[in-house]
């Protein structure tokens, strides 16, 4: 069962290098990437239709506008169960903590260890095949 998974981060080299990294994970047709550069664009995307069924969402914390901890928080209110993964180059206590607080499932720092985040995608997606 292919299943899809929203990044939302501003750097336009996140994409690039997300369709790397799942490039065999997509041609097996295991997940379809989205991309959002922005909290508000990842919101509207939330509001639409994604296509097949989205799983999960990667996001960054530090972002122009609304930041991730808020994007975190407006998702929790929209759907409570869609669990939200925080990336950031900035691994303090701090941010663990409240994005814990707000309902992460996960906090990853980068450069991401791409073999750990599959491992987790591959956590989330197995209950659905």
């Known amino acids: 069962m292919t299943v899809s998974i ?10 690039t290098l ?5 490039r065999r994970e997509a041609r097996e047709g295991a997940y379809v990437l989205h ?3 922005s909290a508000a ?8 239709e994604i296509e097949p069924r989205l799983i999960v969402i990667l996001s960054d ?7 991730g901890l808020s994007l975190l928080r407006e998702i ?12 950031t180059a900035y691994g303090d206590e701090e941010r663990r903590r409240r994005a814990a607080e707000y309902g992460a499932a996960e ?3 980068k450069p991401v260890d791409f073999d750990f ?4 995608l591959r956590q989330l997606h197995a209950p659905l095949t």
């Open 6 to 15: 929203l990044v939302v981060d501003d750097e336009p080299d996140v994409a």
């Open 18 to 22: 997300f369709r790397q990294q799942f």
């Open 35 to 37: 991309f959002a550069a």
């Open 41 to 48: 664009e990842a919101l509207e995307r939330l509001a639409g």
């Open 61 to 67: 914390i530090n972002m122009p506008g609304m930041d």
């Open 76 to 87: 929790k209110k929209r759907v409570p169960d869609l669990p939200v993964m925080m990336l």
């Open 107 to 109: 906090f990853v720092t």
């Open 117 to 120: 985040l599959k491992g987790r």
